[in-house]
């Protein structure tokens, strides 16, 4: 492994002297040393790290994410919420222990001077019963139906936060690779502004060109150098950002794939509004909350309809803790009862609970329009800025063809002394922005579809199960 990072350090070095290491008159450049090991670390990275495809992160992501973990558990807890709506209909069983005291023990009169106890100071009973819905009036089939509509929008939400978790994976992925291009163009733009500033040194030293000359050309080049800094830094929090991401450690280190095309979306804005429409998880849900909100009104309106259940108790008495017998009392009772309940008035408090769940109703409906305007305008946004990037990358590479074209004839320029150290300046900076121009183009492009299929709905087609 030592060898094939040593192997990758001279290529990294080999590459730099390729197009600018000698000086236009042959003569060494002094290369910044943060330069080197910036390179020398990337290197490092493409040769020790272990490979990454960004469908492996997606998968990593899926896997690992807390976030994800925590809407898995959201739905394993819907899940067991209609389990016990599945319930309430069986017969339930239930026992009890009672102790009584009375301070003073309760007589039957017969006369003024016969009474009859009715029992002692103290008493016991254990009693057991078994309870079961026979009529509800649908009560119960209204809320173990919502609890399993309540399953399907937590199946929905899960899927709304993996879709989430794909757009930001891939932003973050397609990040990384922009911040490594802007580090090769940067290192480019630096070693070109130190090549010119030598050059431009010695056309001092030759009373050629005047001091003012070589500062600002010295600035420039600090300018660069300062850049390329900051894109290293950027770099290293696009790497924690994924990292994160992917809910694993923040300092982990992978060689990502060079993805260099970008794949085109040949659907209009309609057709993406249509597909978002039966596949976006946020509108999906709405389907299943209105028909939750429809059920919790039925449920509602059971409140003042007829109930009947059953009941049977089964009872032993005592005068002990340990139910020892009675003298006049049967120490076992066994009760069967069968109860209808009706409530006729309770002052419209069930009316009004009605028109509450209605007004829910009314409420998702408007959510649901305006979460679907919404949806319809992220649409335009990304499928406009996706085209407005892809035209932007086909401009871009003419403007890093005539940018390098217009650096080469300007420096030979300036080697004759036929132009002046600001057209050399102004053409290294049109090279870098055409440079920044193209990657940056490829970044926006990829991150506009990343949007569009997240709103669509069809980024999470390899998590839709």
Known sequence: MKVIIILMAIIVLFVISSFCFENWDGSAISIPEELVVALEDEARIDA??????LSEAIEMALEKNPNINSMVRALRRSQYLHMAASKESLPTISTDYTFMGFPR???MIYSEEETFPLTDSTSFSWGSHVKMPIYTSGALRYKKTIAKLGIDVSRMQLLEAKSDLVQEVTINYFAILRSKRYLSVAAENLIRFIEHEEMTRKYYNAKTVAKNTLLMVQVKRANA???LIVIQKDLKIARAALNVS?????DSQFRLEDISSYRKLFFSPKECFNTATNHNPSLVAFSYLQEIAKKAIDLEKTGTLPKISAT?????HG??????????ITNDLLIGMVVAEWKVFDWFKTRDLVKAKKKEFEMIIDNRRSVADRIALDIHRSYLS????????????KEIEHAEENYRISRLRYEEQVAKSTEVNDALVLLRRAGYDYHNAFYKYNVSLAKLERVMGTNIEQVWR
Not at 246 to 250: L, N, P, Y
Not at 312 to 316: A, E, P, T
Not at 319 to 328: E, H, I, Q, R, V
């Open 48 to 53: 020790e790290a272990q490979a990454l495809t």
């Open 105 to 107: 023990i309760p007589e």
């Open 225 to 227: 150098h300062q850049e």
């Open 246 to 250: 992917m809910g694993i450690d923040i």
């Open 312 to 316: 049977f108790s089964y009872y032993k």
């Open 319 to 328: 005068k002990t803790p340990a139910l020892a017998g009675d003298d006049y």
């Open 386 to 397: 996706m085209q407005a990037a892809e035209n932007r990358i086909r401009v871009a590479e």
